[in-house]
């Protein structure tokens, strides 16, 4: 599940994703010490690294290589729960470092982007503070993830193709790693495509796996929800809280998302939500929850409805119903049909009209009745 959304569309307007056009510079915090050679040298390494186009995947001579070429993109705090790169922000807004910490032979550094409204107004508004490592490579420092450093005491287990990383205080439930792993096989099997290492960090709550991510504060945080998470597909990392060992949704992301990397959002994450449910319950508890609401609302469009729950937005559950339509009318190669139309709200209408016969205009209507029908089941 894709959380923060409405922080996601923000980040994704023109405004925010113009390149650079001025050299970045960084405001220290009076209570660092920078007369520490170490620390303004890591220091000066995270300016010249916001200076590099980090959102830019090249090999970067301020990173350690090695995650360069584990993971790509390579900064995995940069590119989770956006649409683009927090590093959109950089010609747009102030950066202040807030403090320079060092456990064992790594530092770690707490970066606050943030905008200041106007003059005298005395507010400061936080946009994210977020940490990154920074470690020795041949000699000199270079930046690293701070996720290994902040889950070294995390436990780890692996079940089939997943490695599960969670906290030490959570015990380990075999049986359900077991159910995971076997609807992993089910669903590689369905799709006729092979089963991959996914690594798979979970804790009680969403904000303590953001925490360990490097997420000191990010809009959203501390809202009581239920189950959630975030699926890296391009490195077969999921991070989830509220959760346990079985959570299929995000690993329908895994293996699907790649097979149709132009797919509309309401197909991808309508079927994760149907054969993997959303934030702990299944399909047929979304529809009968929302449609209770949007029958009393006659006046609300369906398709572009956001929802009862803060985080299930209609493209889990009707984009969800439409899947479900779908397999119904024609297995998986409808399914698979439906994932090619495009990403553009046009291209989800077209999709409506070719399978099931429906014009633009007559989509609510069709899409209130379906509802009622299958809620009412």
Known sequence: MRCIISIVLFLSTTAVILAQQSPIHIEISSSIDTSNSEISQVIRLLESYLNSKPDSLYLNPYWVESEQHQYKPYDLVANTWWSVSQYAWLSHCKINILSV????????????????????????????????????????????????????????????????????DHQFNRVLAERMNRFIDSLAAAWQTPVAPVEYYFADDLDRVAKALGFDYYAAEGNIRGPGGYTDVANRIIYAGGSDEWYPHEFVHIYINPLFPNAHHYFLEGYATLVGGSSGHDLSWHLRRNYEYLHVHPEVNVLTFKGVDLHVYAQYFIGGLLCKMAEEQGGIPMIRKLMTYGKEDEDLYRAIQDIFGIDKEHVNDFLRKKLAEYATK
């Open 101 to 168: 910490s060092k456990f064992a032979d790594t530092f770690v550094i707490r970066t606050m982007f943030y905008n200041s409204p106007p003059k005298d107004s005395g507010k400061v508004s936080v946009i994210i503070i977020f940490q990154t490592g920074a470690r020795l490579e041949n000699g000199s420092y270079k930046l690293c993830n701070v996720l290994p450093i902040n889950t070294r005491f995390w436990k780890k287990e692996q079940v089939g193709s997943i490695k599960y990383i969670f906290p030490p």
